[in-house]
């Protein structure tokens, strides 16, 4: 048999164009459907980086074939402060283009299916519905921040500014046959934010690599990752990981970090919290010198460490060494920051927004607790450094979640069985 022949249509992905969580779910997609044997027609913006030996042999495998579609822009935007206008101007322009191309793929026989992400498949939705293509079109909106997030507060006037791509993801979602939300908790927002109905709704997990993660669980290296940093094997280390914006809620964490220390400094003792702990923050971003000020104001100072943005097998040691995994995300997607973590059998304390719910158990894998709330973050760290045996057991519970639902060795078979349940809904409409 002929192998199916998928187009992947994006903004972007991580061995392009660098990190992020959109741009590694691609990068695992694209991985793994070549793996089972799929051809890829990749629809995306040049690389914008520096590819190494693994990145290549992917981008050079013979099932591969790649379509650069040019990004666009106004002189002065993509920059900080600019996003806005760059991702409601040029994005759209991109997705029109790059749809466009996946339409005369489709057109000319040379594709069964077009798997969008975003608003980077805009033009192949208009031709779509305009033309009656009858290749099927799957859908994934991800997190959706044009539309406010999950969990955030909606600003009226960003909402204005943000309703050109608004209005592209919709059209997006109303021609496509089957649109992913992530989890089962997003369902209600992508039926609400892209006005459809749920029954058009599937959920597809993002998911993690435990072949890689389990490749990079380097003991020893996360010893060396402590001692570098003179943290010792006795303290707690609190690790998190992302981008420093201000919706990753690293600030509240600080100050819930603060109100622990000042518990530890009282006179009367919290039984437990004499545990001393550090906090590693890895990422880089446009807070962080913000936060870095902020935790030398708030005394927590001498316990933090920014490590900035580093390279795989760092990131992956700090998961392998660290004690607890705290995620304060004002507002999320996916979360694969928080996926990695669980992989690496580390309890976790989130916030109850996005799809986190559905991956961190309160009191079985970790904690979960209100976005924003200094107080309660403050609570569950106060929990978890008082039963610090209760750790590894949680660890190990979060483990067996990403094993039975967020593996992409599972994932996969489930995406596939979307795709040929629609090509098989084409075939027997076009027997009719």
Known sequence: MSPLRIAIVTRAMASLHGPGGLERHVDDLVRHLL??????????????RVVDS?????L????LTFHPISYRTFPGFGYRGTTILDRNSAYPFFGWRA????ARLAQDGQI?????HGASVFGFARTRQLDNCRV??????????????????RSALKALANRPLQLAVRACAHAADCIIATDKAMVPNVVSNLRTQESRVTVVPNAVDLEICDSHASVELGRQQRTTNGITPSELLILSVGRLDKNKGFDVLARALAQVNQSQSDQTPVSGLEQNWRWV?????????????????????????????????DVHAWYETASLFIHPTLYEGSSLATLEAMAHRRPVIATMVGGLPDKVEHGVSGWLVEPGSVTALAAAIRDAIGQTERLATMGQAGRSIV???????????????????????????GDV
């Open 99 to 102: 749809g466009r191309v996946a």
């Open 136 to 153: 099927p079109f799957v859908l994934n909106p991800h997190g959706m921040e044009e539309f406010g997030g999950f969990g955030q507060s």
């Open 281 to 313: 923050v890895v990422g880089e971003g446009p807070e962080h010198r913000a936060l870095v000020k902020l935790v030398n104001q708030l005394g927590i100072g001498g316990r933090t460490v920014f490590t900035g943005r580093l390279s795989d097998a």
């Open 403 to 429: 094993e039975r639902d967020f593996s992409w060795n599972t994932v996969i078979k489930d995406l596939l069985a979307v795709y040929r349940e629609l090509l098989l809904r084409v075939e027997t409409l």
């Open 35 to 48: 793996a089972s044997g799929t051809a890829v027609t990749l629809i995306t913006r040049p690389s914008t």
């Open 60 to 63: 050079n495998h013979q099932n």
């Open 112 to 116: 069964d299916l077009v798997h969008g």
């Open 54 to 58: 693994q990145q290549s042999e992917i």
